[in-house]
């Protein structure tokens, strides 16, 4: 993809000479189980880090994991062997195997590790409860006061940061743009924080901003996750990879009214059932695992049922349960239930499928260095190769638990050969005064497009009619505003829907969480590949092999 006037550098005009300067070892941008773990990294090597939060720390995805993490701790007859095989056949021919295997036999150490920082899991200290969720071949998913798994994890790795003097959190900070110098290293970023924008300088910069599964109309995701990392690595010359595999869960409450609140997996793994309004188990009719296959094949089958005229609804059926074993398995779940006139015991809950993960996201190495020196990523903002077109349920905490402590290590490494120096940099911006543009009929308008035509199920034609309108709308949207926080996160999910589109388009296949209507089977001789878009050169096509980890203080094509 060629850069044109209308994809400028950078969002907002700025010269570092008038800004307020600020030096930090690493910043870590993102306050998600991926950045806590990043920064507690850096600062075990005795480096400070400042670390951003887009609005209060705790508001993350992380926070609302319900289902669990999964990792083999060792003793029984599950292996990391058997979890990476599960991790690869999720993923459909385009994880990267030496990565995933990698992980996987990290998953028991970092749990262990979270433990000792405070973390408690569900179970007996020395045996906890193990869970199955779909796509798992053996219970294998440790959870935390029933359906709060991600807030445990959050509360536990926000406390050894808050007690951390090396770190540094900024609430309401929100990252601009990231700052490079002539040679292209990442130098630090720009953030507007506390009502003006600021230069933070530092040695590395690992971005953790989580996914843009918001630029969807249903989403699970906080409002926050609006892709504005990945859009700034993207910026700043970084490559983007997958961007075509975003993960729709297939169970989120449909209520009219009412966010979509995630209903876990772990709720099917206890056996509950899918059904629809005449009570039918219509999954079993058409997938052999019935509720518990893969996210990717559920939420498909749910929508072509749907789109049969003789039906009404689908639903989750949990009465022929034990009630008390659901209330006390699931209290988050029930309660928010409860709150909308449902029993979870007891009575059919609405259900629909709902944007849930961004699979695609910054391309990394195993150690989250990117292609451009400096500049790190982990957790659902980047892409590692560890969930090829399908991420496999419970593997996104540990991905965060085990990535993100890996990326701070390099990126302090890095930042150890090059430490934060402020530097003359200037940049044109974006927008005018001139002109009017209604900031939130053209996000509604941008949800509604891409949950309609790059959803869960995609066709060519349509694709091409929503990359030419999304083209649009961006190049109007740089034209006309002002510098607000609201305009540029806008800005960044025009840009992440452009290139999502287009990924989409181009993949002339179906496989993982990428299904099109007019390509309906998955081709590995052509499209075993990874579509990569990088500003200022065509997207190019990579095969699907195993990405080399970089040295720390090396500097070129890593990723």
Known sequence: MTVTEDHPRYLVEFDTF???HHLTDVLVVGTGVAGYRASLAVATRGQRVIQLAK????????????????AVLGGGADSA???AQDTLDVGQGLCDEAIV????????????????????FDGDRGDPELGLEGGHSAPRILHARGDRTGAEIRDTLAAAVQGEELIEIWADAFLVDLLTD??????????????????????AVVIATGGYAQIYRESTNVAGATGDGIAAAWRAG????????????????????????????????????????????????????????????????????????????????????????VSRRFPGVAASCRAHGLDLANDRIPIRPA??????????????????????????????GLHGANRLASNSLLEGLVVGAWAGDAAGAYASHRGPASIALSGKGTGSGDGYMDEDDLRVSLKALMWREVGIERQGGNLTGALGAVQAWEGFALRVGRDRTERLSLLNMLLVARLVTDAALRREESRGTHFRRDFAERDDGHWRVHLVHERGREMVRRNAAPRT??????EGDRA
């Open 18 to 20: 008038q800004l307020p």
């Open 55 to 70: 609005g209060d720390p705790a508001e993350s995805n992380t926070g609302y994991a319900q289902g669990g993490v999964a």
């Open 81 to 83: 062997a058997l979890h």
């Open 101 to 120: 295997k990698r992980v996987m036999e990290a998953g028991g150490d970092a749990v262990r590790e979270l433990v000792a920082l405070g973390a408690t």
């Open 182 to 203: 002539d040679a292209g290293a990442c130098r630090g970023a720009l953030v507007f924080s506390r009502d003006r924008l600021r230069a933070v300088w530092a040695g």
């Open 238 to 325: 970084a490559r983007l990879a997958d961007l075509e595999f975003v993960q729709f869960h297939p169970t989120t409450l449909y209520l009219a009214g009412v966010p979509r609140l995630l209903l876990t997996e772990a709720i099917r793994g206890e056996g509950a059932h899918i059904v629809d309004d005449k009570g039918h188990r219509f999954l079993l009719d058409v997938l052999d695992r019935g509720e518990l296959a893969p996210r990717d094949e559920v939420s498909q089958a749910l929508m072509r049922h749907l789109e049969r005229p003789d039906i009404a609804g689908v639903y989750l059926e949990l009465s022929h349960l034990d009630g008390q074993r």
């Open 355 to 384: 944007a849930h993960y961004s699979i695609g996201g910054v391309r990394t190495d195993a150690e989250g260095a990117t292609n451009v020196p400096g500049l790190y990523a982990a957790g659902e903002a980047a892409n590692s």
């Open 549 to 554: 980890v970089s040295a720390p203080g090396a």
